[in-house]
């Protein structure tokens, strides 16, 4: 087993990370930028190393700062976690020459995977179901409208290399096709190095949902089931959960769905936790859409009902042991939910919200658990992504879940920074989310149809006017109306624009 | 003591006094129906209160800012004031159609576009200019069809929210 | 369903309850005393009802002030949590005359248990195994002195209406008899306003090991399984675990327990959760000791290997549902382990420390359970048990469950009062401890064997020195040796009385 | 800067200075090695500290107290003194078995019986005064054979950490 692991991330995952290193008594290394020395990777790492200035490509994606932290520190194996350079096949095949173990699949996994045209041309020759439309990236708007008019409107347009949603498209008709196809190709350029950019039919209401496999160095490989993530904003999920409600209701739905995620793994030679995204029309037809070679975000509803460790098995593969399991020892038990806590307003266009977190209470109590990156007191950064936390609760049934997670965020209180913690309750209010009817434009159109208003006490008016008046008395010699320099001063600006809705 | 509030704009006169650590009030909403009683108020942990009012529980939050108070009852958040008389004279900049228009950054973050120059004819809803932060990218329209007469945005610059990117008239 | 239950408790075991309400959207009402009017529970509930004085005689035992609470906030039901009325028939006689439902057994079940010896004499009439001893009380030290040689020396003595250790006494010669007779009967007095005491053969290196029963009110009936709770301190559970090591590792041994427990639970006519307690002797012989007629505070282990949620069914068969589980339907998975939260001194007699919580930092992650009646600013009591938060992990074995309760006890800090959680840490490295070699008196032997030092790093003192002088610089201008009023001195008092040591 | 410190009372001398952003440190204890060195420290939260020493990373907890400070690292605790010379010379009560003899509380919590009256003889060991706090009680034995000539200690009372309860003489 490894003696020491470079964690070669940020935030919440790289927390999560060394907490499984920690449980498995092997040293952690923290790398991080002039904007995190203070984060809480940096504060639970053993060791940590100065990677560079807070943009990302002078941190996070340098390579060679890496590679350097890895001899320094005489690491003998990193973890990716998501995001960074965790689907970047250089970055692996630079381990490789390091001679240190990259926790993933190999490099020329990534790099066929990483590819989304050449991963749906790997699927239709195997015969895995994808949706129609190019097999390789277009750039010229004349053949785009052409196959955009071959598959039909509405179509999609896709980064080749991206993720995420970045240089994503929707086109509804052939007027807006030259645009989006600019405006994608930039995006994906500057999100990815690589404009590449294909069109695919658009599936109208689809469910995003995606098989959970783990497979060995030794050919062994078995799924764990699906994820939901349907629930999405700007192409972003922010909410997850296992099992997904129409493939519990249709039998045999997650065994077709996890072979077709199988075969794809074993042709491409898959090996350490990878995950098969496809997304689902309503009648059930499933298609593959891409596969991500590294741990997912939404890991944890995963481990919540299989009560598998996904990443401590990602290290012990890693470090060459095999798998003791097969198919028929993976059980299902209940339903686990997940919110993704970011730093944005949901009722203002999830306009991002960095800055001071002024307080921070965390929900406890049986079934919860929360993976967080952050604490009181610690600046935000504007350059990286807004997670802030993921909330899950495990449940026996799905309405014992959902009635979990909506005690628990009523115990979740974050001010200094505006957060979607009272969005969610709003969602899990939503009768057409407790019956589980989910798409990906779900949130989109719960906000078009206005979200209620959480109920109101008789008393609350006076009571919010009477706590303040005390308040005022007893904290602040300030006048009621006078302005402040508190930390809390981002909050109250992003809280001003919700207040004015 | 007695105070002139607006809870979420909504004003009202607030009477309140200490009664043998409990307290007194008195609540008249220009419109709805007068609350008065008695409560039981406790301050468990900065800005956060245990209020109890006829047996009845909450858990109340609330924080200073610079145009009143942010409060907090069982995830419902509200904006208490005291009212000021000069505030409801004021109108900032930015309302109606007419004459300059500022356009400022939505959000904390760094400019990663400028798609005008100063001295430039733009059409109302144009785009001017793209912010970044947290990997998102938010582009600036125009509030108005006229000319850039004050473009402060630079690519590149880190802007605080709110702050003054361009004049448009 | 109940629409409104009392929760007529206090501290962790009151904000579980309200937590299992909410999720059921039950209103819960509060009661407390003049010294908890801002503790958590009170905070959490939705209603609150004020008893009266600080000492439980005045407040938390007051029959009649909780039946006034009812009738005043027209609770339909009342859940006595652990201690204080959970096992008092009287109680559950008044529920029932007020025509409110009492949430646990019958008072006729609870009266006949709530006798060691009524209970010990029903176990004996089923045949089920008792440690030998007296079966009724016993005041006069002739007699005392007669049974003693009887059944042999050391012996126990034991209040018969008794429970925590109080009143209990080890006695290993004659000459010992008559003060510890005395001592008991008075503790078991002042404690259950009761002094009788009986006598039973003491069993060397017992191990503690219950099970958990669940009866509906229309006979159906199942076990969920064993906890391991043998370390103790004065006679009371620090750290539990489910399953037992010893249990699990005896095939056969889980059923011959649970099938003794469900037959006493049968015989008692016993409804609702209990849980029946067995000493076990080095063999593995099991003795009957007796039944709790309550929810048990370890409660939450036999949740996270099971998935059952022990107080929403407590609540589900108080309203009178049938309990829809048979024997086969329960499965364990993995392995947990309970750790008690005391605000005491290990290190000094386990010296009680009441006061101000200065700091609270809770941990998080995966497998992580925390349920904490406390919270940064309030003020323990020192009225009341010591117990301020109860720590769970979950992991796939029993060496995954210690590795990562290490992890998470390194991630709890809590400072203004002196707490066992660095004691936990020092217990889980033991190699008696994680070889499964439990027993009552493990924690005593340990503490006698002088506990080792946690490893300090060759920058250890540098270090110390160091921070503190750049602390002192920044936060105090006070020089570093003069006194300090901080809600911090008690714990720092305490903290000193170890430091010498 | 340079101070005379103590950790869990060993001696040493530190000097240590702020260098752009760093602490550099010299640390000499009377025995045992000398340590120097260049600490990144950064302070998290109040009384949290991240220290990076040689890229090795760690969490130092302290606060202040009334004999110097308690400092955790991984939870190992520490008291860390700046030494005081006339602590040094000074002893306090309650030292040896000779003289008089104090009684002190404990804990916090409350007298629930007193077995001596003031006057009386008793032999060292003897049980005086039992305290309870959080259901325990904790019997408070005599230092010494002696007579009680001082008894604070009333039934009832409430007593803090470390009050005189009584005299042995």
């Given amino acids: 087993m490894f003696r020491k692991v470079l964690v070669a991330n940020r935030g919440e995952i790289a927390v999560r990370i060394m907490r499984a290193l920690r449980e498995m008594d092997i040293r952690s290394v923290a790398v991080y930028s002039d904007a995190d020395r203070a984060s809480l990777h940096v504060r639970m790492a053993d060791e940590a190393f100065h990677l560079g200035p807070a943009p990302s490509s002078e941190s996070y994606l340098r390579i060679d700062r890496i590679l350097e932290a890895v001899r320094k520190h005489g690491a003998d194996a990193i973890h990716p976690g998501y995001g960074f350079l965790s689907e970047n096949a250089e970055f692996a095949e630079a381990c490789e020459a390091e001679g240190i173990t990259f926790i993933g699949p190999s490099a020329a996994t990534i790099r066929q995977m990483g590819s989304k045209t050449a991963a749906r041309k790997m699927a239709i020759a195997i015969g895995a179901p994808v949706v129609p439309g190019t097999e390789s990236a277009v750039s010229d708007p004349a053949e785009a409208r052409q196959i955009a008019r071959a598959v039909g409107y509405p179509v999609l347009l896709k ?67 699906e994820r939901e993530c349907s629930l999405q904003r700007r192409h972003q999920k922010v909410m997850e959960e296992s099992p997904s409600p129409l493939v519990s209701a249709r039998p045999g739905m997650r065994e077709a769905m996890g072979e077709a995620a199988l075969s794809i793994a074993r042709h491409a030679g898959y090996y350490n936790a990878g995950t098969v995204e496809f997304l689902v029309d309503e009648t059930g037809r499933f298609y593959f859409l891409e596969m991500n070679t590294r741990l997912q ?40 939910i997940e919110c993704r806590i970011y730093a944005e307003d949901p009722h203002n266009g999830f306009l991002p919200s960095p800055g001071m977190l002024a307080d ?60 979607n913690i009272s969005f969610f309750r709003q969602i899990l209010d939503d009768p057409q989310f407790c019956a589980g009817h989910l798409h990906t434009g779900f949130i989109d159109e719960f906000l078009r149809s206005g979200a209620p208003d959480p109920p109101r006490s008789p008393d609350y008016d006076a009571m919010a006017a009477l706590v303040t008046a005390v308040f005022s008395k007893q904290e602040t010699q300030r006048p009621v109306d006078a302005g402040t320099f508190s930390i809390r001063s981002r909050w109250l600006a992003e809280g001003r624009v919700r207040g004015m809705r | ?123 109302a809803g144009a785009g001017l200019i793209v912010v970044e932060a947290m990997k998102m990218q938010n582009e600036l329209k125009s509030p108005k069809a006229g000319r850039i007469v004050q473009l402060k945005a630079q690519v590149g610059a880190t802007v605080k929210l709110g702050e003054l990117l361009a004049v448009v008239e």
Same sequence: chains 1, 3.
């Fill in chain 1, 159 to 225: 980064a080749a290399a991206g993720g995420g949603g970045k240089g994503m498209r929707r086109v509804d008709s052939e007027s807006e096709l030259e645009g989006a196809l600019r405006d994608a190709a930039s995006e994906a350029e500057r999100a990815f190095a690589n404009s590449a950019v294909y069109i695919e039919k658009l599936v109208e209401r689809p469910r995003h949902i995606e098989i959970q496999v783990l497979g060995d160095r030794h050919g062994n490989m078995v799924h764990l089931g």
């Fill in chain 2, 1 to 123: 003591m007695k105070l002139q509030v607006s809870v979420d704009d909504r004003p009202a006169e607030l009477s309140f006094e200490e009664a043998s650590a409990e307290w007194r009030f008195d609540y008249r909403p220009q419109d709805g129906l007068a609350r008065s009683g008695t409560a039981s108020l406790v301050r468990a942990e900065p800005g956060i209160y245990s209020v109890l009012i006829e047996g009845l529980a909450y858990e109340v939050r609330v924080v200073a800012g610079p145009d009143g108070y942010y409060v907090d009852i069982g995830g419902r958040r509200s904006v208490v004031k005291v009212i000021d008389p000069r505030a409801l004279s004021s109108t900032g900049p930015g309302q109606g159609s007419q004459g300059r228009q500022t356009v400022t950054a939505p959000m904390p973050g760094k400019v990663v576009r400028v798609l005008i120059a100063e001295g430039d004819e733009v059409a």
């Fill in chain 1, 360 to 419: 921070v209470e965390r929900p406890t109590g049986p079934g919860v658990r929360l993976d967080s990156g952050v604490y009181a007191g610690w600046e935000v950064p504007m350059e990286y992504d807004p997670l802030l936390a993921k909330l899950a609760v495990w449940g026996e049934t799905r309405e014992a879940a959902i009635a979990r997670m909506k005690r628990v965020l009523g115990e979740y209180y974050v001010s200094g920074i505006t957060t």
């Fill in chain 1, 297 to 336: 975000v939404e890991h944890p509803v995963t481990e919540l009902v299989t009560g598998y460790d996904l990443v401590q098995l990602q290290i012990r593969i890693a470090a060459g042991e095999e798998l003791r399991l097969t198919q028929k020892d993976i059980a299902w038990r209940g339903w686990a």
